[in-house]
Each structure stands twice: as C-alpha cells, then as structure tokens.
C-alpha cells in the first residue's frame, strides 16, 4: 500500500506562485509514476501533470503549460508542482497520484492522496 499526503495548498491572488507537495509512504514509489489531477466545483476530474520514475519524462495539461512544472526527489519521496500566473479558474483541489504503470492522464492510478485545496482570487 502506498499513502499520499499533500501539503501546500492556500488562498492567494491572481497572478501569484505556489508550490504543492505531495508525500509517499509505505511501498515506495520510486518505481512509480507520479502526478497530480484536479477537481473544481461542479467540475469533472482534470489531468494535471505526470513525471516518470526518474523524473527524466514529464507530461504537462495544455491548460497549465507554461505556468506549472512537476517535479520529484526520489530520496525523499516526495513529488511537487510548482504553479506560477495562477489565475482564478485554477481554483480546485488538488490530488496526488501514484501508480507503477499508468502515464499521464489517459490511465487509472491506483492511489490518490485527499487532496489539498487551491483557491486564485481575482
């Protein structure tokens, strides 16, 4: 079994940086692929970004190209998403997610964290 917690969520403003993290424990999961998806209000489930086991492959959502990068240290277990140039419809909450075989979006993951939430103002 593999438990996810992230960390980091919060509310700012338009325009402003933060960074997600997302920690493992129990089977370790550097064999595995890591992302994060997301969910807003009255929403379906969104694919936000994945990153291979060594990190060397990375998958990015068009919708948050160019503003938010993921990134994960396999000695601490650990896998972040650093946002920049939030804007208001990237209000949501944001899951982690592991898997050893899925990529990206087009595959189930296995274990998902509880979420942390994100809110942009305007």
């Known amino acids: 079994q593999v438990q996810l917690v992230e960390s980091g969520g919060g509310l700012l403003q338009a325009g402003g940086s933060l960074r997600l993290s997302c920690a493992a424990s129990?089977?370790?999961?550097?064999?595995?692929?890591m992302g994060w998806f997301r969910q807003a209000p009255g929403k379906e489930r969104e694919f936000v970004a994945a990153?291979?086991?060594?990190?060397?492959?990375?998958a990015i959502a068009d919708s948050v190209k160019g503003r938010f990068t993921i990134s994960r240290d396999n000695a601490k277990s650990t896998v972040y998403l650093q946002m920049s140039g939030l804007k208001p419809e990237d209000t949501a909450i944001y899951y982690c997610?592991?898997?050893?075989?899925?990529?990206?979006?087009?595959?189930?993951?296995?274990?998902w964290g509880q979420g942390t939430q994100v809110t942009v103002s305007s």
């Open positions: 997610v592991a898997d050893p075989q899925a990529w990206a979006g087009t595959s189930t993951y296995e274990y």
């Open positions: 129990g089977r370790t999961t550097s064999g595995y692929t």
């Open positions: 990153i291979n086991r060594s990190g060397s492959i990375r």
